[in-house]
């Protein structure tokens, strides 16, 4: 996820008591602008020359010698003078000096608002935060409504700006994201979504597929405390004990262009625009799921698999998946046996505030923290009500048929790596990110015998309006380093060697990303200025080259929580696999995922080849430097 960022811990903070006038906005937008207060400089628009020199060396580990001709070729036509690439340059430039940030419109409609898939699996991320053991209902809506209150006092740091600025280096790094985290929600529309940032009162709780309106302050204007949450809580299960068919959250698992009609459907009646309206408006959601047999599982491995797959899409519509609204950027989930965590929605921000949250919220639960304010007037929860035709109760038929078959080609490993973790990383003097990015390429290349192109994200936030650069972790250096490691002739001396000039080479393009200097977004901006400006797009971006390169068979992340915490999501391509990772002092938390409708892929097999990967790289630097261990 987010790369050299300090995670600042919530352990820190002093809360105030949480004074507000929010009156409720809504704001509709397809991308929400940041409005550089911090006075952070503009992205940069990288130079040609060295984006396309770094690009040639990135996708030579693809490409056979006479293919590697061909692609250099069309490099030089296409960056020389009167070739397309000084011409769209040219214009990006242009762009540039126009906009705060020339890429921050584009990618939130390209790489989100515009994409048509399911926000589930294929873009929203789940986190699971360590379990809890319910022995009965009242500690499940105990644990929620301090989940609640951990929620609001973390809101109230963000809209009193209380969030310390999170630095990279001497830098200062964009805290935007921060404000578009609650109150925000996504609206289908048909091509391009909206996105509606939005600051109430209350949270829409979820139970059964029913949905409510919980007010969190009472008619006095005075925040409720947890007792007085905790009886709403129990008045929304007490209204809905048995599950209804007519389950309206499933269809936000839709296909976005499907779920769009079906809004539209809904939208022609009264009753529904304004129960749809309430759930955008909130602050976020609270769903109250049942048990999903957390303690009858096997082992710890299999407990984290299984809440994973709760976190990420509910386990299907007969489960939890139907008790949600995927469309909201934040969706807390409190299970009746003990999973517990959040799915975000995520074309608003990063993983960065999400994994800030989830050490609040464990953080303020642990401690048992409560607040004195209480209302002397708390509202009763109201249930939103839906009138659902023939068709849209056949599209939400269809919903759970679409979301079951999703579940069913989700091929979840999640587990403890425990022999060690970033401590003995860095005795050996090296990135705990970009050795563990390198034992992942290890891994892909022992299951395949072939290089596996390789996404890490890198924040951007050292500029107005930053996002993410697209660290390239496929290298000449790692595929030298993989194959050195299985080669039975290589002495420990040569494989630390390899390892650490593929560490290395790791840790150069991941400075230079940070700084938006990789390929990727500005390869994006010059094929959008192309489209924008009906120029045909250049024959660089059919090539073999960047087809191969950019087709990201590995997609990874770290999401560094304190908690014993971690996030999971699906992989990005067909024949490719997830890896979120959570590196703590003496242990890593992993994430894995696989489509099991591909005959290759296994997220069984690239688990135990990741094991044994990190094993290997381990045993040969302790074989090579005995005496400094």
């Known amino acids: 996820m987010l790369r050299g960022i300090k995670l600042w811990s919530a352990k820190g903070f002093t809360l105030e008591p949480y004074v507000t006038s929010l009156q409720l906005v809504s704001n509709y937008t397809s991308a929400k602008t940041a409005s ?28 056979n010698d006479e293919e590697f001709g061909n692609t250099s070729n069309l490099v030089k036509k296409f960056a020389s003078d009167g070739g397309p690439g000084q011409k769209l340059q040219s214009l990006l430039e242009n762009r540039a000096s126009k906009h705060q940030n020339w890429l921050e419109e584009w990618w939130i409609n390209t790489a989100y608002l515009e994409y048509r898939d399911p926000v589930v699996v294929f873009s929203s991320p789940g986190l699971v935060f360590p379990f809890r053991k319910f022995n009965n209902q009242n500690e499940q809506l105990d644990y929620a409504a301090k989940t609640l209150l951990a929620a609001l006092d973390y809101k109230s740091l963000i809209d009193n700006d209380k969030i310390p600025v999170e630095m990279m280096g001497k830098n200062p790094l964009d805290m935007s994201q921060y404000k578009k985290i609650f109150g925000t929600c996504r609206v289908p529309h048909a091509k391009r979504d909206k996105l509606s940032f939005n600051d109430s ?77 309430d759930v955008e408006r909130s602050i976020a959601v609270l769903c109250l799921d049942g048990a999903a047999g957390l303690w009858r599982c096997a082992d710890e491995d299999a407990r984290r698999t299984l809440a994973a797959a709760h976190t990420i899409h509910g386990d299907g519509a007969n489960a939890n998946g139907a008790n949600r609204w995927f469309d909201k950027t934040v969706q807390f989930i409190v299970g009746a046996d003990g999973i517990t965590g959040l799915t975000y929605e995520h074309s608003p921000a990063e993983g960065q505030p999400i994994a800030i949250l989830t050490d609040f919220i464990i953080n303020y639960i642990d401690k048992n923290s409560s607040s004195e304010e209480s209302s002397a007037s708390p509202i009763e ?249």
Not at 38 to 54: A, E, G, S
Not at 215 to 244: A, C, F, H, P, Y
Not at 450 to 468: K, L, N
């Open 36 to 63: 550089n207060n911090q006075n952070l400089p503009r992205l940069p628009v990288p130079k040609l020359n060295d984006t396309l020199t770094k690009y040639l060396k990135t996708v030579r580990p693809f490409l």
């Open 201 to 277: 009162k209350y949270v829409t709780v979820i139970h059964n597929n029913h949905i409510f309106h919980l007010d969190l302050w009472g008619n006095d204007n005075k925040r409720l405390n947890k007792e007085q949450i905790v009886k709403g809580l129990k008045k929304v299960i007490d209204s809905s004990q048995s599950r209804t068919d007519d389950a309206v959250g499933v269809l936000t698992s839709e296909n976005r262009d499907t779920w769009a009609k079906a809004y539209e459907l809904l939208s022609k009646d009264e009753t529904n625009r304004r129960s749809l309206l």
């Open 381 to 629: 929860p109201v249930q939103l009500k839906f009138n659902v035709s023939g068709e849209v109760s056949q599209m939400i038929k269809e919903a759970k048929a679409n979301l079951d078959k999703l579940v069913a080609d989700l091929d979840l490993n999640c587990f403890k790596f425990d022999r060690y973790g970033k401590n003995f990383i860095k005795t050996q003097k090296m990135s705990p990110d970009s050795y563990l990015q390198m034992a992942m390429q290890y891994a892909f290349y022992s299951l395949h015998n072939t290089p596996g192109a390789h996404y890490e994200s890198a924040a951007t936030r050292m500029y107005a309006g930053g996002r993410t650069e697209t660290i390239r972790s496929c290298s000449i250096e790692s595929i030298e380093f993989a194959k050195t490691m299985l080669e039975k002739q290589a002495s420990p001396k040569a494989k630390v060697e390899a390892m650490r000039k593929a560490i290395s080479a790791h840790k150069d393009y991941t400075v230079q990303a940070l700084q938006g200097l990789g390929v990727d977004r500005h390869l994006l901006g010059l094929k959008l200025t192309a489209i924008e400006n009906g120029i045909e797009i250049p024959k660089l971006y059919s090539d073999p080259g960047y087809t191969r390169s950019a087709h990201m068979r590995i997609s990874t992340s770290q999401v560094a929580c304190k908690c014993d915490g971690f996030m999971c999501y699906g992989p990005l391509v067909a024949d490719g696999y997830a890896t979120c990772y959570n590196p703590r002092d003496a242990d890593v938390n992993f994430a894995t995922a696989a489509f099991r409708a591909h005959p290759h892929t296994a997220a069984e097999s690239y688990r135990q080849a990741l094991e044994r990967a990190l094993q290997d790289m381990h045993d040969v630097l302790l074989q090579n430097t005995p005496s400094k261990l």
